[in-house]
């Protein structure tokens, strides 16, 4: 029970923050277990002040926690609301993580005199970024797929945020084969062109017919060329002959100049 | 005119699962009725803009859907609730509606969040918001999908069955929020409730096996039961359905016997009649 009550004069004192540390504290602690005071000190607070410092308040107790994916795409530039869209991984992308690091696991521990492993790792290798695409949208690896495809935000941007995932891991792919395949550095990158070619017509087709059964078809389709061509030819590498470079080249820029197009015609249209 | 369709269909594969339909609507609640399968829910999310109709035109808010600009317009202004929807892992209440805002193009953090505090505040989530959502109960959950259709007060609301797992109580807080939104704006919202229908929907269309049976008032759907209900100890072989009533008894509607005292009929019994009976598109009566 308390009975000494803090006069007016010094609670508005207080409430206006004229009060020296030493005694904003003493008021303060009084102010803790006396309510009377409390009402005196409610009634004359400045109002727009207390609206201020509880909005501020409700501001940091909501904030949600920022990821260090997040972090560092806002420190390459990303705007904060867009490393938020890119940064939270599906768990479909997550297993997607998961078997590429099994795959350059693979063929890391892979004796290199193996050649049956290096083939298959070079037949793999380009479905990584084609399937890190594919699981970036749809229905049937988001769950809240309805809800995104109602929202304005456009559709191949989300994508390609989601998407960003599969650099990193690709780069992170193109080393592991500098390490691996026999002729070094060099040879390690052909199936990149191949990759990106394929992830771009997965991006392309993927709003008529779907990002997963446009993967899964080129992948297959893939997979049949590249070991056709290593039961025709004796090796792999015909897969990633300069002809073959060539066409997927040509890929990338129809598809991007596709693209270019159509953003061109929807802005008229608008 | 806020809604305007024209001959819409869809079909999926050699299944049709939307005959032509031409639906035009203002502001005000428009409820959708109609059995499971019935083309409710392909009717939606076509209004959603979330599936593209096999045929005919979609106008929404004064846009056509058919071209991305149309529908990119469109979206900016709408509040849609799917009849299911799942959940990013790990999310929490509030997360889950500020990851929508994004996709609703709030880039600035200080306004997106004040507007998603708003909507948590409107269905009642406040407390809960910093909460797992795998913690928290159907009906939350269904409020928070609710929630996130509210964010930035869209012209048109798309309700796909949205009191699916909410009990009485937040049922009927629902349908003051809605009542409440209806003014200045267009609300579409399907329903298996038929008193959700009379609490809420001026207007009131069944869709029964891809097609509109009924478009009117819910007084006029109940009329079309007029002299066609009765009750009796045991079932006549004139009805088309027969439920246990309060009073005891059976609850018939079809074509009564002689002698029957017919009673007055509900929306419930005009709605089972039309869904339940020939299956032929009924005129509205005058």
């Not at chain 1, 005694?23 to 109002?47: N, P, W």
């Not at chain 1, 207390?50 to 972090?71: F, G, I, K, N, Y």
């Not at chain 2, 009990?167 to 629902?174: A, C, S």
Request: hydrophobic share 50%; glycine share 10%.
């Amino acid at each position: 029970m308390i009975a000494w009550h803090a006069d007016a004069q010094l609670l508005a004192a207080y409430a206006d923050g004229l009060l020296d540390l030493a005694r904003t504290t003493s008021v303060e602690q009084h102010l803790l277990g006396c309510g009377t005071c409390r009402a005196t000190v409610a009634a004359v607070a400045d109002r727009p002040l207390l609206d201020r410092v509880w909005a501020e308040t409700l501001d940091v107790l909501d904030r949600p926690p920022v990821s260090a994916a997040e972090r560092i795409l806002t420190a390459v530039g990303l705007a904060p609301s867009a490393a938020r869209l890119a940064s939270k991984a599906s768990s479909a992308q997550r297993a997607w993580l998961w078997s590429c690091a099994l795959l350059a696991a693979f063929a890391i521990a892979a004796p290199r005199t193996e050649g049956w492993v290096i083939m298959w790792f070079l037949v793999l290798a380009p479905l990584v970024p084609v399937i890190g695409v594919a699981l970036a949208y749809g229905p049937d690896t988001d769950p809240m797929h309805e809800v995104v495809a109602a929202a304005p935000y456009s559709r191949l941007r989300l994508i390609l945020l989601r998407s960003l995932l599969v650099i990193p891991v690709t780069g992170a792919l193109v080393l592991v084969t500098g390490l691996t395949v026999p002729g070094g550095p060099t040879m390690s990158a052909l199936w990149l062109l191949p990759g990106l070619a394929l992830s771009a017509m997965t991006l392309a087709l993927e709003a008529r017919l779907g990002a997963l059964p446009v993967a899964a078809a080129l992948s297959l389709a893939w997979i049949v060329f590249a070991v056709g061509a290593r039961v025709g030819t004796g090796t792999v590498m015909t897969a990633y002959g300069p002809a073959v470079q060539l066409v997927c080249l040509t890929t990338l820029v129809a598809v991007a100049a596709f693209a270019a197009y159509g953003r061109h015609q929807a802005g008229r249209s608008s | 005119m806020d809604i305007h369709l024209t001959n819409v269909s869809k079909t999926y594969g050699r299944r049709r699962a939307l005959d032509p339909v031409s639906l035009n609507a203002g502001h005000g609640v428009l409820g959708l009725l109609g059995p499971n399968g019935a083309g409710k829910t392909t009717l939606l999310r076509i209004m959603a803009t979330v599936i593209a109709p096999t045929a005919g035109q979609v106008r929404l808010l004064g846009h056509d859907c058919a071209l991305p600009a149309g529908r990119a317009a469109i979206r900016r202004r709408l509040g849609y609730v799917p009849q299911e929807c799942g959940f990013p892992a790990g999310f929490t209440g509030f997360e889950y509606v500020d990851y929508v805002a994004i996709l609703k193009e709030w880039a600035d953090r200080r306004t997106r969040h004040d507007e998603v505090r708003r909507v948590l505040a409107v269905m009642g989530l406040t407390d809960v918001a910093g909460r797992r959502i795998r913690r928290l109960s159907g009906g939350m959950r269904r409020r928070l999908v609710i929630a996130q259709a509210l964010l930035g007060d869209p012209a048109l609301l798309v309700l796909d069955e949205p009191t699916v797992g909410l009990d009485p109580e937040q049922r009927l807080r629902f349908r003051d929020t809605v009542s409440g939104l209806a003014e200045g704006r267009s609300v579409v919202v399907s329903t298996h409730q038929t008193e959700d229908v009379v609490a809420l929907c001026p207007r009131v269309v069944v869709l029964h096996e891809g097609g509109i049976r009924y478009d009117g008032s819910p007084s006029g759907l109940a009329a079309m039961a007029d002299g066609r209900v009765w009750t009796a100890a045991d079932r006549d072989p004139g009805a088309v359905l027969a439920w246990r009533s309060e009073g005891g008894g059976l609850r018939q509607i079809g074509v009564p016997p002689a002698g029957a005292e017919p009673v007055p009929p509900s929306l419930e019994d005009g709605y089972l009649l039309l869904v339940g009976g020939t299956g032929e598109r009924q005129e509205v009566p005058a």
